[in-house]
């Protein structure tokens, strides 16, 4: 199946607690990059990864990690999370050559922490 | 931080009528991408302007590219209700990393 699916749609997590969350890349990409996106305003650039290293990163402190599968699939893992961590969390995946793309974007993860 | 802003931060056309909406940034750039969000959703990739064009068209769409002003425009024309959505635009400014930088967005209304 073709497009980025990402898990879970919707979640709740506690002050503190750990989240992960994954992406399933578009069949054919090679790169995977996350976003963060606060209500009412654009995306902000996380991380890349491309070839299952990080490959570019945007401030956001240490407690936002990630990694990319063999299988060009990924996980946003957060730690200590805050209140102002909730937020629509969007995975993009796109090809790295030498002509620029555009990307594909997954529906997102919309995380709430209480 | 925000390298784009967009203008208007809202819209609200009758169908039938163009919608243009602007874009500033800030940085020089490689390309220039429109992208569209419905309700708080996935971003929809519209179309990719690069660096040394001025004007591209893709259906209802036409972006234009002022790389001496840093500024584009998304016009769309004869919009329909279903072109209701917030449309961003994304710069691509950083070699290698494919980082995109987006805008706040202009939120496109179209009444019937």
Same mark, same amino acid.
């Given at each position: 199946?073709?497009?980025?699916?990402?898990?879970?749609?919707?979640?709740?997590?506690?002050?503190?607690?750990?989240?992960?969350?994954?992406? #399933? +890349?578009?069949?054919?990409? /090679?790169?995977?990059?996350?976003?963060?996106? $606060? &209500?009412?305003?654009?995306?902000?650039?996380?991380f890349?990864y491309?070839?299952?290293?990080?490959?570019?990163?945007?401030?956001?402190?240490?407690?936002?990690?990630?990694?990319?599968?063999?299988?060009? #699939? +990924?996980?946003?893992?957060? /730690?200590?999370?805050?209140?102002?961590?909730? $937020? &629509?969390?969007?995975?993009?995946?796109?090809?790295?050559?030498?002509?620029?793309?555009?990307?594909?974007?997954?529906?997102?993860?919309?995380?709430?922490?209480? | 931080?925000?390298?784009?802003?967009?203008?208007?931060?809202?819209?609200?056309?009758?169908?039938?009528?163009?919608?243009?909406?602007?874009?500033?940034?800030?940085?020089?750039?490689?390309?220039?991408?429109?992208?569209?969000?419905?309700?708080?959703?996935?971003?929809?990739?519209?179309?990719?302007?690069?660096?040394?064009?001025?004007?591209?068209h893709?259906?209802?769409?036409?972006?234009?590219?002022?790389?001496?002003?840093?500024?584009?425009?998304?016009?769309?024309?004869?919009?329909?209700?279903?072109?209701?959505?917030?449309?961003?635009?994304?710069?691509?400014?950083?070699?290698?990393?494919?980082?995109?930088?987006?805008?706040?967005?202009?939120?496109?209304?179209?009444?019937?």
């Amino acid at each position: 199946e073709t497009g980025v699916t990402q898990s879970p749609t919707h979640l709740i997590k506690t002050r503190g607690q750990q989240v992960t969350l994954r992406c #399933s +890349s578009q069949s054919g990409h /090679n790169t995977v990059s996350w976003y963060q996106q $606060a &209500l009412g305003q654009g995306p902000q650039f996380i991380f890349q990864y491309y070839r299952e290293e990080e490959n570019g990163r945007g401030n956001f402190p240490p407690r936002f990690s990630g990694l990319q599968f063999p299988n060009y #699939s +990924s996980e946003l893992n957060v /730690n200590a999370l805050e209140l102002d961590d909730s $937020a &629509l969390y969007l995975c993009a995946s796109s090809f790295t050559s030498g002509q620029p793309y555009g990307y594909t974007f997954g529906s997102g993860t919309r995380l709430t922490v209480v | 931080s925000q390298q784009g802003e967009e203008d208007p931060q809202a819209l609200s056309i009758q169908e039938g009528e163009n919608a243009t909406m602007n874009c500033s940034y800030k940085t020089s750039i490689n390309n220039l991408q429109w992208y569209r969000q419905n309700s708080g959703r996935g971003l929809v990739h519209l179309i990719l302007i690069r660096s040394n064009e001025r004007e591209k068209h893709s259906g209802r769409l036409r972006v234009t590219l002022d790389t001496s002003k840093k500024s584009s425009s998304l016009l769309i024309t004869a919009s329909r209700a279903a072109d209701t959505a917030s449309y961003f635009c994304a710069t691509d400014g950083i070699q290698g990393a494919q980082k995109l930088v987006f805008g706040q967005g202009t939120r496109l209304t179209i009444n019937p």
